[in-house]
């Protein structure tokens, strides 16, 4: 049985930090990349960040770039996101995505995790 969780989401103040975990199961995590995703109110669904399945590479959308980190620990099955400076504007839902190295069309998503930056 394929699972995605999401945890770490919460209210936070402006400027303030948090970090998300994906930990999964039920398929071979380390021959996967892993994507985080966000979808805020009245918002299209965008990319925020992506790393490869060995950790190698990392992409960022350039409104979270030297803000966010995303990382990997294979032997943990867990997948992070380190957001700090954070503003109203990351507000959102954030997700998990897992893409197969060898079938891109082999992906499994997380249930999302609420984070709201708020005053």
């Known amino acids: 049985q394929v699972q995605l969780v999401e945890s770490g989401g919460g209210l936070v103040q402006p400027g303030g930090s948090l970090r998300l975990s994906c930990v999964v199961s039920g398929f071979t995590f380390s021959t996967y990349a892993m994507n985080w995703y966000r979808q805020g109110p009245g918002k299209e669904r965008e990319l925020v960040a992506g790393i490869s399945n060995t950790g190698g590479r990392t992409n960022y959308a350039d409104s979270v770039k030297g803000r966010f980190t995303i990382s990997r620990d294979n032997g943990k099955n867990t997948l992070y996101l380190q957001m700090n400076s954070l503003n109203p504007d990351d507000t959102a839902v954030y997700y998990c995505?897992?893409?197969?190295?060898?079938?891109?069309?082999?992906?499994?998503w997380g249930q999302g995790t609420q984070v709201t930056v708020s005053s």
């Open positions: 995505k897992a893409e197969s190295v060898f079938n891109k069309l082999r992906t499994y």
